[in-house]
């Protein structure tokens, strides 16, 4: 059977470049082009891998990389399907699931006791004696379960990225419809992706026979594929795969190594049909394929899929796939049609050729060669009038059986949407229903077989889905009626005496499996799955789950109409982990001030994305401790200026804002006044402290609320997800790139402000100590509010960020005359810990609750807010550790460090969260959790160095300075 050595003609292949690689040890020759499957497949070589539980040899099944029977493995990298994956010089590949050689498996033994396995085995074995499972069954169920190997010491090779794409209409799937509906909408101004899981366009188009001349698809195909390919508003991602459906139209497409996360305003769906096949007593040996699979082996790869072939048809597609056989130049033996009679253009060119048909007949049983390494031939058997293969049989040789028995639409894509599925048993028909407005499906899976009806329904639903975009369509094909029959037989399932009729070739699961589960007791399709473990495997029931909901329904004596199939979850298939990952990197993010910092010789550092200023060296203060230390003292006595763009900001409007702040903070904030901004404390369900702000409250219906740096993104999404639940009325929008901010800070910053503004009056009765107002600052509209992080009287201001750059050299020009100089975050931070202020995320953790902070203060005991009812329960409950305030004379070779630990009685008690040598102050303060009985002032706790030794501190208000706070409200 070998024509490895034959030029051979294919859309894929180039027969004038051969391609040596390696199978199982032994060296192959393939084409340009070729996939693992069609080079082996022209070499005669049809066995790829060994079944998951009985070891039965698994070749070719659908050519489509759509089942577990086409597994191989390469180098570290288990599962790859060798139906789609190209050759390529020197490649390796071995099959998976093998003890001990390909050809001859000695776990193939375990065929021959399969009664010893029936459905849910598991479940009612390897419990008694007690403990046998650890000591005797676990190692070996370990030992054998799995497909492949990963070697997880070795690293995953090859570049993987991210990318992000935003598009009009994405239409998945590049078949007549989608090439249809791609053009009609890109025609109409849309910004098109046309998402294509093959290497070339066309679907159905690419394999299919439509007329007996073999003339129309091909010429379809390019006709159309010109028009995409040439068309500006058309971007097109072939060899990709769009694995998944999410909320808002939110489409992840793979290709090769990066994942690209799409948005759409329309989606439209021409996936098309996936077909399904025939239960009947060794039907999954190599040389047993579906009609396609042969189609696409002659199309794509030139490769003859057998001498002498047997067809098993429900529908005139097969004989589709008879004519290519012969026209490839494979004897087609016989053709049993499940019909008692069948017509139609293509019937009629078979019969014209003479081949034989043997109507209302199936395939009963297929012969296996020793070792069952290939079908040898097969038993046709005749059927009654209730579909039930008789005693009429014949045997007929061949060495090749292909099965065209129906269809599922590829509904998985459309389910994940929230579309519901159904099933007409009169016409064994799929149907998907349901779906949202910005979804669309198009073609054979929406029920249009024939040609002409899926290219006009193609047009139609492409430019449905450029009218919802807005766009204009000059005149609008009519949506086209179903006139073809289905092409799906009502019960294409022959079960055999002896079994291995296989319904799942992924688990090794036959129709007495299935029947049996139902026995068992579970009468419902998703329980049938759980015992079962159908549709569980790699394939995720493309070819099970119709056969399976057939028998369900059989055997409880229920239509599968009212048996359904089981969810469609995502992927659509599987997904490298590398992937998902992604290429590993921070995008960096500059204020708007960040040049202004460089020219003035700035030290970086990351805080979360964002770079921001360290500390500003001076050639007069070299070390990096002298520079905070001056820039702390500058702030204190004089006056300061920190860039605190990078704060997170959202603005919170609607009737409900006042009470979705309650409901996600814990103060109160319905009588917050206009004009006024109040501390913002925010707990999880748990009452564990997760970030903290302020709010102000421009209007009774609009607040301006800050968030920590590298909290915002996290607190934003939970703000949504919170008010999904609640329904509010009110509008969250994440600002915090849209301003641009900087604290002016020190005992003149009134003086600074007050030489760049005339609309707001800046003295301390006008514009008091956590009060809010806007104006113009150095002619920049501007959203002033009063607070203290570092405990001075300072001023925040926020202005539209395009104004930040000069807003900063506005005030760095005003504050001259008072020696204005900048501060960093290092200084900020020293500042800040001077006063006790805590850092959520430095000085909290995932335990934290506010008690444990003493900021009991911020908690508003009469009113509902996420985590109230679980810190009531800690508050019965406290817990062993408390924050405290500490001071020590450490020395300076050997210093107190964050995280350095507190001890009591030996054990760890807690740790430092933060520590400073304090310029301010003259000493070195902390803070620290502690044990809760060493937290009164006054008290010693037990700190362990960095190098073992210990050191004892004194424990003392965590307000250090200005406990009074007399400063901030001068």
Known sequence: MSTASKPRKGLLIRSDKPVSFRFEGKTYQGQEGDCIASALAANGKWILSRSFKYHRPRGVLTMAAQDSNSFVQIGNEPNVFADRHQIEEGL????????????????????????????????????????????????????????????????????????????????????????????????????????????????????????????????????????????????????????????????PIIQGKRLHKVRAKQVVVATGLIEQPSQFRNNDLPGVMQGSAGQRL???????????????????????????????????????????????????????????????????????APGHRHVTGVTIAHLDDEGVATSKRENIACDLVCMSVGYTPTYQLPIQAGGKIGYEDATATVSLTGLPDNVHLAGAIDGYYAIEETLAHGRHQGQKAAQLCGLAVAKLVEEPARTAASPSHPWPIFPHPDGKDFVDFDEDLQV???????????????????????????????????????????????????????????????????????????????????????????????AGNWVRPAYYPNKDRKQAKDCIDFEVNNARNNVGIVDVSTLGGLDVRGPDAAEFLNRMYTFAYAKLPVGKTRYLLMTNEAGTVIDDGVACRLADDYFYITATTTGVERIYRNMLWWNAQWQLDVDIVNVTSAYSALNLAGPNARKVLEKLTSDIDCSSEAFPYLAYREGTVAGIPARLFRVGFVGELGYEIHVPSRYGEALWDAVMEAGAEFDIHPFGLEAQRVMRLEKGHVIVGQDTDGLTSPEELDMTWAIAKKKFFVGKRSLQIRDKQLSERKLIG???????????????????????????TSVCQSPTLNKTIGLAYAAREDAKIGSEIELRLSNGSTIAAQVISPHFYDPENKRQEL
């Open 512 to 606: 007495k499996d299935i029947r049996n589960a139902v026995g068992d007791g579970y009468r419902e399709l998703e329980l049938v799955k759980r015992y079962s473990t159908v549709g569980m495997g790699p394939s995720q029931g493309r070819h099970a789950a119709l056969a399976t909901a057939r028998l369900v329904a059989d055997k409880t004596d229920r239509s599968v109409a009212q048996i359904g199939v089981t969810t469609a979850r995502p992927p659509f298939t599987a997904e490298k982990i590398a992937v998902l990952a992604g290429r590993q990197f921070d995008p960096k993010r500059k204020t708007a001030m960040h040049y202004r910092h460089e020219e003035f010789g700035v030290e970086w550092l990351l």
């Open 92 to 251: 390796d590949v071995k099959a998976q699931n093998v003890n001990g050689t390909l050809e001859k498996d000695r776990d193939f033994i375990l065929n021959r006791f399969g009664r010893f396995m029936p459905v849910g085995f598991y479940y009612r074995a390897f419990f008694k004696p007690k403990g046998i499972w650890d000591k005797f069954w676990e190692p070996i169920i370990r030992k054998k379960a799995g497909l492949g190997e990963v070697d997880t010491t070795k690293k995953t090779e090859g570049y993987y990225d991210k990318a992000y794409g935003f598009y009009d209409v994405v239409v998945v799937g590049a078949g007549p419809a989608g090439l249809s509906a791609a053009l009609e909408a890109a025609d109409a101004g849309a910004k098109v992706l046309l998402v294509e899981e093959n290497p070339i366009l066309g679907g159905a188009l690419t394999y299919t026979r439509f007329d007996a001349e073999a003339t129309k698809a091909e010429s379809l195909r390019q006709s159309l594929v010109a028009d995409v390919e040439g068309h500006q508003n058309i971007t097109v991602m072939a060899d990709a795969v769009c694995n998944g459906y999410f909320a808002d139209n939110w489409l």
């Open 298 to 368: 002659i199309s794509f790869y030139g490769v003859q899929p057998g001498k002498k072939a047997v067809v098993l048809a429900a529908n005139d597609d097969a004989f589709g796939v008879v004519l290519d056989l012969l026209d490839a130049g494979v004897e087609v033996a016989a053709i049993a049609d499940l019909r008692k009679a069948s017509k139609g253009p293509l019937v009629q060119a078979v019969k014209a050729k003479g081949a034989r048909i043997v109507s209302n007949a199936c395939v009963y049983e297929a012969h296996p």
């Open 886 to 912: 500490f001071t020590v004379k450490d020395d300076p070779a050997n210093p107190i460090l964050e995280s350095n630990l507190v001890i009591r009685d030996g054990k760890i008690a807690g740790f430092v």
